[in-house]
């Protein structure tokens, strides 16, 4: 099975750091994804990746950029940290030449901006 | 804009129930629909996925149906577990596998 790992389960920032997110995959997906999910407002897609060094913004990218610099890791940055985007932070990755097709998530980030 | 509605957004059901949860969507051009269950404070697990040739997916007590025409998909449980509570959320894929848009989730909670 496919595994997308996350780093982190919990991070706890102060206002105005610069954070990382990162994510990995094992299975050689070209698609790579970040999400933030908050109570209300469901999954939003924050920017997505269809291969290396290649980005898409989704639905909500501002305030946040992306790194594909290897295949298997897609890392979120925040530039500037701050406490409206402290939320659920979720990773996925999919392969688009695979007879699945469906996203396979990690487990999550939670992060809290103080 | 693809619009995923699902109902009911709350759901509890003694152990041993049959059930069936809703997801309705907008836009009947899509490419699949999958479905995914998310325990509290955890990532999404994919359960079924249903591309938009297929009516309905299975997988153990599991049953996914779509009706791309009427802009609908029911997941159906069958024999309800306590270990079947979680939260169960719907996303139609309508960009070529780059647009995934989820619904709010239906929370389930099968007591004993």
């Known amino acids: 099975d496919v595994k997308v790992t996350q780093s982190s389960r919990y991070l706890v920032k102060r206002t105005g750091e610069k954070v990382f997110l990162e994510c990995v995959q094992d299975?050689?997906?070209?698609?790579m994804f970040w999400y933030r999910q908050d109570p209300g407002l469901g999954l939003r897609l924050i920017y997505f990746?269809?291969?290396?060094?290649?980005?898409e913004k989704g639905d909500i990218p501002e305030g946040y950029s992306v790194s594909r610099e290897k295949k298997e890791r897609f890392s979120l940055i925040l530039e500037s940290a701050s406490t409206n985007q402290t939320s659920m932070y979720l990773c996925a990755s999919r392969d688009p030449q695979g007879a699945h097709y469906g996203y396979t998530f990690g487990s999550g980030t939670r992060l809290t901006v103080v | 804009k693809q619009e995923v509605t699902q109902i009911p957004a709350a759901l509890s059901v003694p152990e041993g129930e049959n059930l069936v949860l809703n997801c309705s969507f907008t836009?009947?051009?899509?490419?699949?629909l999958q479905w995914f269950r998310q325990d509290p404070g955890k990532g999404l697990t994919s359960l079924l996925l249903?591309?938009?040739?297929?009516r309905e997916q299975t997988s153990g007590r599991l049953n996914a149906s779509l009706d791309k025409s009427s802009g609908r998909s029911t997941l159906y449980i069958a024999a309800s577990q306590p270990g079947d509570s979680a939260t169960y959320l719907c996303?139609?894929?309508?960009?070529?596998?780059?647009?995934?848009?989820f619904g709010t989730g239906t929370q389930l909670k099968v007591e004993l």
């Open positions: 249903i591309q938009s040739s297929q």
């Open positions: 996303a139609v894929d309508t960009g070529g596998g780059n647009k995934l848009t």
């Open positions: 299975m050689d997906h070209e698609n």
């Open positions: 990746s269809y291969d290396v060094k290649m980005k």
């Open positions: 836009d009947s051009a899509i490419y699949n």
